[in-house]
């Protein structure tokens, strides 16, 4: 200590806005060299290498081999996959002196794409998976929480390449089997969620996230313990409701109802239901106008708008996100005054299904405005809703009987107790850092860019590609987070900057010759030591820093070591607090040492 470069700060840096920050800055991990752009002093370095270590071991035990790309690169490939611009503002782009564009790389699809174009023709190549861990670059919005969301940041990229889907799946399994064994190692709690639905199946991509209060990605959990993120969630399909009861749908005159809660008030004074129970938000069938933006296709030279609606229950808002991924690749937004001015059959405010869809087809209206109903909205369900005449709502209209839709689609807002995609039970909501992704790319990459091979019969086909990302600096910054207390971090034993620190105290060379006794003992046995020999530092000190550094096991030469011949030895945490021989010492932390890494 007394050589080291290092600096420990007692106060926390002002702008540190979460733990993992503050401690990492205060224990001279990293420093700030930018908003988001960070310098990695020794400590920091040596824990980095042990992740890296850890996730080199993992991929290449899955048989993917390293590469390594420059992180700047030029803009032709991603141009070709249209990232060049899609990117926005999140990339750093600059250019060389002759004026040629240059992008620092947020990622590498691209180019690990063209380097296997550029070697590899046969099936007989495949299947092969690369890797790199890199430098990566993005302008993010909000760099924030120190390492977790930075401009300048270190992943883990791999990418696969096989001839077919099977074998895709199979890299992707590969894979993430790779990632479930680099989380446990690391000792941080990780949640595979699914994110994405559709017909590619449920697995198609996940993300691994890091459960904890900072995060910024919501993910919605189930009893069974599978998880998803809000977009790829579904409901699952109700059983269809007997409405042999229900009274046949009537019209009845509802003014001063375009709201929701005027429509209640006003049915509760002038039509007050059958059962005796209020009319509520949930009786209510809401009626809503979106605009999908298409893009050109086979019937369009030029993006076109569709008007369309979709009802959903009253008590429930519209989540565009969610609703938006199942129109992709076309984009979503709330209808304008313009749109509605097309459609003068959606009396605002009074909009029911029963000009829509196919209500409106059978009447023999051409191209009637498509109708969706939100899958909260079953069949034989009976709805309070417009009758597209001013002041005048359907009482009892029944979704099966009296209309139909075009289409179930997942509209609403997904809350907290609403029932699992697999139906195992209520879903919760949890927040967390999304510390890795695997992803079924299919052949995006490979057509964009026009990496095919020859296959069995000679025929020229596609490479199926999976890509699959850690982020390194993050997954750091994750453990810090996870793994600290008030006095300081708390690293597992695997990646400590050392395994043990030495603590000399007090004014006697015998205390730190024992000390120092104690060091070499165990970097014989190979284990790594910090040994705090800083003279005229108080042992109040020198313990603040200890706890503040967080290497697990710390032993102490002090008084006791002087007067009684013993070491103190503790853990990080303060627990199991023994004195033992000086002469026992170095073994004592070694079969501690031993079962730590065996947690
Ligand atoms: P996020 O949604 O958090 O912005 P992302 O989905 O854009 O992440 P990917 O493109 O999937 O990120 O990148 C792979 C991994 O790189 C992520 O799982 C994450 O762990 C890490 N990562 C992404 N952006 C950052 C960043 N700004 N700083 C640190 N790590 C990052
Ligand atoms: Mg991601």
Redesign the pocket.
Known sequence: MSTMFLRTLREDPADADVDSAKLLQRAGYIRKAAP?IWTWLPLGLSVLNKIEAIIREEINGIGAQEVHFPALLPREPYEATHRWEEYGDNIFRLKDRHQADYLLA??HEEMFTLLVKDMYSSYKDLPVTLYQIQT?Y?D?FR?RAG?????E???K?AYSFTIDEEGMRKAYHDERGAYERIFQRLDLKYVPVFAMSGPMGGSASE??LAPMAIG??TFALAPSGKAWNVEALTTPELPEIDSSNTPAASKRPTPDAKSIENMIARANADNPRADGREWQASDILKNVVITVKHPEDADHDEPWREVIVVGVPGDRTVDMKRLEAQFAPAELEEATEEDLKKHPELVPGYIGPMVLGPQAKAAGVEEPVRYFVDAHVVKGSAWFTGADENEVDYYDLVYGRDFEADGRVEAVEVRHGDMSPDGSGPLSFERG?????V?QLGLKYSNALDLKVLDQNGKTVPVWMGCY???V???LACIAETHHDDAGLAWPAVIAPAQVHVVATGKDQAAFDAAEKLVDELEERGIEVIYDDRPKVSPGVKFKDAELIGVPLIAVAGRDTVNNGTIEIRNRDGSDKVAVAAADAAATLADRLAALLQR
């Open positions: 988001g947020p990622t990566k993005r993010e760099p390492l977790i969301r930075g401009r940041f270190i992943m990229d993300e691994f910024e990605d850092v999304e510390i890795g992704q992803f990302g850690i982020g600096s993050r997954v």
